[in-house]
């Protein structure tokens, strides 16, 4: 049954293709808000998440329930950027990607040091991490062994960290070779 409503009917009949296009060039929070205004929009924007080549979604904490259909498998993806408030060490999957070149996890106190060892083992072409608060909360550690699987897995990575995770940055200058660059 055709739509009586010529709005939506103007919408239907538009190429995928230019509405994806148009799309592309809002940033995430934008996507999403469109996305949330019709059936057509939000197939558009499911599609186009899943060639972006930057994800930064740093104005709300989203929780895994709300990133796992935002982060759909993404070749693509080079650049993360994501407020970690709600999530935890189960997050890291749906949030680690080969493809990744810059990753920042801001207030990541609910992960422990798995998510250095992962970022190691997953994300080889990393160039720079920016992480705050890693492991802050009780019952939470960072091992060496994590450092020297994140240090030793990403052979191009550049640690930028803030003052709560000071001890990291200090540790991989120490740890690390002549190659790597490190900021405060």
């Known amino acids: 049954m055709a739509n009586s409503n010529p709005e939506l009917q103007s919408m239907e009949i538009l190429p995928m293709a230019l509405l994806a296009t148009i799309t592309t060039k809002l940033d995430v929070p934008s996507i999403c808000s469109v996305a949330s205004t019709c059936k057509t929009f939000k197939a558009c ?33 080079q650049s ?5 408030t709600r999530l935890d060490d189960t997050a890291i999957d749906s949030l680690l990607r080969p493809s990744l070149h810059d990753l920042s996890l801001h207030n990541c106190s609910d992960f422990s040091g798995k998510l250095l060892s992962e970022v190691g083992t997953r994300c080889k072409d990393l160039r720079s991490l920016y992480l705050s608060s890693v492991a802050e909360k009780r019952g939470r550690s960072i091992e060496v062994s994590d450092l020297e699987e994140l240090l030793s ?9 803030d003052e709560s995770t000071q001890h990291l940055t200090n540790y991989c200058s120490l740890a690390s070779t002549g190659k790597r660059k490190h900021l405060a």
Not at 51 to 76: M, T
């Open 80 to 84: 993360l950027k994501v407020d970690c």
């Open 45 to 77: 924007a499911s599609h186009i998440f899943s060639f972006l080549p930057n994800f930064h979604l740093l104005e709300i904490a989203a929780s895994i329930d709300l990133l796992r259909p935002l982060l759909p498998p993404n070749p693509y993806l």
């Open 153 to 161: 897995g990403c052979p191009e990575l550049e640690v930028r960290s």
